[in-house]
T-cell receptor
């Protein structure tokens, strides 16, 4: 089955700095690559996703890049703010019907 | 707005009890999912369903069963609860090929 690894497991940055989280996967059939954000005590919510026919997607301060050959995709957050503090999960899958979640990255943004 | 609700936020049960966790979505979504979330392990898929009366095993189905008699409702059943099933349980729903929307979660403690 799909093996998903997420790095780093924790990340601390100063407000205004950039943060990058990397996700590697094993199933070459994966064609959908989302990132979910889970704030403390709340439910996971989709923040950005990309499909396999696109190499990069950007939405304001967040972006996702995909390297299908190397089987990894990354979440980039620029100009981080305290409200970006959360746990972030990658969840590669096939057509979104079945997602395999990574173990999560806890991001802390210090003011 | 998509709304996914779960029957309880907190639940305490005793070993050997039969436990029902219920999830309801109001957006006519075809797909519904049950995950458990444990620290350091991310979200792990227990069961999912693509249609009424249809179910498929996820990655950790042992000790669980599910029921989907109506499109909007997906129930998770612990036939005989054990202490290692103490966890946060998250339900999600999606329209085919689209993002998954999560419920608020049920924190189950088995004594």
């Amino acid at each position: 089955g799909e093996n998903v690894e997420q790095h780093p497991s924790t990340l601390s940055v100063q407000e205004g700095d950039s943060a990058v989280i990397k996700c590697t996967y094993s199933d070459s059939a994966s064609n959908y690559f989302p990132w979910y954000k889970q704030e403390l005590g709340k439910r996971p919510q989709l923040i950005i996703d990309i499909r396999s026919n696109v190499g990069e997607k950007k939405d304001q301060r967040i972006a996702v890049t995909l390297n299908k050959t190397a089987k990894h995709f990354s979440l980039h957050i620029t100009e981080t703010q305290p409200e970006d503090s959360a746990v972030y999960f990658c969840a590669p899958g096939y057509n979104t019907d079945k997602l395999i979640f990574g173990t999560g990255t806890r991001l802390q943004v210090f003011p | 707005d998509v709304k996914v609700t779960q029957s309880s936020r907190y639940l305490v049960k005793r070993t050997g009890e039969k436990v029902f966790l219920e999830c309801v979505q109001d957006m006519d979504h075809e797909n519904m999912f049950w995950y458990r979330q444990d620290p350091g392990l991310g979200l792990r898929l227990i069961y999912f369903s693509y249609d009424v009366k249809m179910k498929e095993k996820g990655d950790i189905p042992e000790g669980y069963s599910v029921s989907r008699e109506k499109k909007e409702r997906f129930s998770l059943i612990l036939e005989s609860a054990s202490t290692n099933q103490t966890s946060m349980y998250l339900c999600a729903s999606s329209l085919g090929g689209d993002e998954q929307f999560f419920g608020p979660g049920t924190r189950l403690t088995v004594l």
